[in-house]
């Protein structure tokens, strides 16, 4: 496949007790009280996960499969900051093609339409309508993206 989405499974379905649970009266505790009850709770698995900038699947594919030419090369990861399935904020850091700022021979700068791609991509963090400029060792090193890291998207190029 041209592209791959990778999904880690960031959640563990645990049970809590909830309701009158450690009821401290003795046993005289509030008779319309509903009983306790045990409740589903999806709790965050916050294992790093250490991101590289390239993988290849060939080790994983069958001998008689054919093997894709080239690496998969990282191109977009989601972050899940919050502790719950239920609770939490979702941002993302993605690449993309660099606009150059350069003035033409002139000295005067490109407004948005004029604007030329340069070749190289640039990552960018996205939170709500925020976005920032990053590095690759942002992207990929920093604890507390590799703690949050959710889903990372992966493209074939040879």
Same mark, same amino acid.
């Given at each position: %496949?041209?592209?791959?989405?990778?999904?880690? !499974?960031?959640?563990?379905?645990?049970?809590?007790?909830?309701?009158?649970?450690?009821? +401290?009266?003795?046993? !005289?505790?509030?008779?319309?009280? %509903?009983?306790?009850?045990?409740?589903?709770?999806?709790? !965050? +698995?916050?294992? !790093?996960?250490? *991101?590289?900038?390239? *993988?290849?699947? +060939?080790?994983? /594919?069958?001998?008689?499969?054919?093997?894709?030419?080239?690496?998969?090369?990282?191109?977009?990861? /989601?972050?899940?900051?919050?502790?719950?399935?239920?609770?939490?904020?979702?941002?993302?850091?993605?690449?993309?093609?660099?606009?150059?700022?350069?003035?033409?021979?002139?000295?005067?700068?490109?407004?948005?339409?004029?604007?030329?791609?340069?070749?190289?991509?640039?990552? /960018?963090?996205?939170?709500?309508?925020?976005?920032?400029?990053?590095?690759?060792?942002? /992207?990929?090193?920093?604890?507390? +993206?590799?703690?949050?890291?959710?889903?990372? *998207?992966?493209? *074939?190029?040879?």
């Amino acid at each position: %496949p041209k592209a791959l989405l990778l999904h880690f !499974k960031r959640f563990i379905v645990t049970q809590e007790m909830k309701g009158n649970v450690g009821d +401290n009266s003795g046993g !005289k505790g509030d008779k319309d009280a %509903p009983p306790p009850r045990m409740e589903m709770v999806l709790r !965050k +698995n916050k294992a !790093k996960i250490p *991101l590289e900038e390239s *993988l290849s699947i +060939n080790p994983f /594919v069958g001998k008689k499969e054919k093997k894709p030419i080239g690496k998969y090369h990282l191109r977009g990861v /989601v972050h899940h900051v919050g502790s719950t399935a239920f609770s939490g904020h979702y941002t993302t850091c993605a690449k993309r093609k660099q606009l150059s700022d350069h003035g033409d021979k002139d000295g005067k700068k490109p407004d948005d339409a004029n604007r030329q791609q340069d070749n190289e991509d640039q990552w /960018v963090f996205f939170d709500d309508r925020v976005g920032a400029k990053k590095n690759m060792d942002y /992207v990929t090193g920093s604890e507390r +993206n590799q703690r949050n890291c959710y889903m990372a *998207l992966y493209e *074939l190029k040879s």
